[in-house]
């Protein structure tokens, strides 16, 4: 199993979470952007610099991640694709998607947009807290320690 990180937008202390778990758990892990990210030198972590261009970068995930591998993005139409192939998948704030839950926000996503694009000022998520820091830790730990069973790991 590996873990693969949608990093374009990725908070840094999500990150440094990220790679702490990588090591913990010896899981290889793959950070994707558009963008240079430094994730340091564990040969057990990658990172893919792919173009730029709208969903390169996810198309790239959906791509080469397989069944049973998780996967961490805030990125809602990627969300959708990956539970389609079975992936878990965790947004930075710690909520866990699944193939119930992805329609109802896909639909939330879709109606914020269509009054984006009707001038209605909609605002953006809340501040990043150390709730959601927490909270992204604490699942995170929970999924991939039983993603890591399951596939008879540590």
Known sequence: MKIWVDADALPTEIKEIILRASRRLSVETVFVA??????????????????????????????????????????????????????????????????????????????????????????GPPAFSPQAKQRFASTLDRELTRAVRSAGGT
Not at 63 to 70: I, K, P, Q, V, Y
Not at 78 to 87: I, T, Y
């Open 34 to 123: 558009n963008k240079n990210v430094w994730v340091g030198n564990d040969p057990l972590v990658s990172f893919v610099r792919v173009t730029e261009g709208a969903d390169v970068a996810d198309d790239y995930i959906v791509e080469a991640s397989t069944l049973g591998d998780l996967c961490v993005t805030a990125d809602i139409p990627l969300v959708s694709r990956l539970v389609d192939q079975g992936l878990i998948v965790i947004d930075p704030r710690g909520d866990v998607y699944s193939a119930e839950s992805i329609g109802e926000r896909l639909s939330i996503r879709d109606f914020m947009a269509d009054l984006r694009g009707a001038g209605v000022q909609t605002g």
